[in-house]
T-cell receptor, first 116, second 112 residues
């Protein structure tokens, strides 16, 4: 079974430039998450999708971040414009469960973003 | 707000030593607890989980964790570590908010 796929793995951009990350979850997983992981910290949820609906985007900085999951499968996370403080690892995860079973999540390799 | 805290940020052990990594969670009602592990160059993966029932849960690679409700703790243990256990370990809690909340992580370095 293929795991969660993310691309690119690494991205270096200059501040104020836009950047986009792509995620393909495990087949059949309806719930998809985007996390932000700063160095030396645990992942923090940015947005959670159930199928194509964003059911929790309370932690997403909406002035510069946006996300979409148009057909309920792949998802894209965008930052425009990027700031120095956005340098971090962006993780995508998916879960086959709903409700209490959502805690068991499968993570992709992440995209390491460096903003210069 | 719910939270998870891990006491040890960096642990260094020799092979065959016993391991215990601390994890505490905040009260917030019913909680499911997890330990995730990230080996060097690999993605986060589930090590073990506690939903209910026997408070001593066993995971992969000889790891186990004990849920102690009175102490709000879910410590991870392994009787004898190996060099291949070198990794970053994250404790996480899942409440009815639908959000998986992670601790800060503990980096374990096992010396051969």
């Amino acid at each position: 079974e293929a795991g969660v796929v993310q691309s690119p793995r690494y991205k270096i951009i200059e501040k104020k430039q836009p950047v986009a990350f792509w995620c393909n979850p495990i087949s059949g997983h309806n719930t998809l998450y985007w996390y932000l992981q700063n160095l030396g910290q645990g992942p923090e949820l940015l947005i959670r999708y159930e199928n194509e609906e964003a059911v929790d985007d309370s932690q997403l900085p909406k002035d510069r971040f946006s996300a979409e999951r148009l057909k309920g499968v792949d998802s894209t996370l965008k930052i425009q414009p990027a700031e120095l403080g956005d340098s971090a690892v962006y993780l995508c995860a998916s879960s086959p469960g709903t409700g209490w079973n959502e805690g068991e999540q499968f993570f992709g390799p992440g995209t390491r973003l460096t903003v210069l | 707000a719910q939270s998870v805290s891990q006491h040890n940020h960096h642990v260094i052990l020799s092979e065959a030593a016993s391991l215990e990594l601390g994890c505490n969670y905040s009260y917030g009602g019913t909680v499911n607890l997890f330990w995730y592990v990230q080996y060097p160059g690999q993605h986060l993966q589930l090590l073990l989980k506690y939903f209910s029932g026997d408070p001593l849960v066993k995971g992969i690679k000889g790891f186990e964790a004990e849920f102690i409700k009175s102490k709000f703790s879910f410590n991870l243990r392994k009787p004898s570590v190996q060099w291949s256990d070198t990794a970053e370990y994250f404790c996480a809690g899942f409440w009815n908010t639908g959000k998986l909340i992670f601790g800060q992580g503990t980096t374990l370095q096992v010396k051969p």
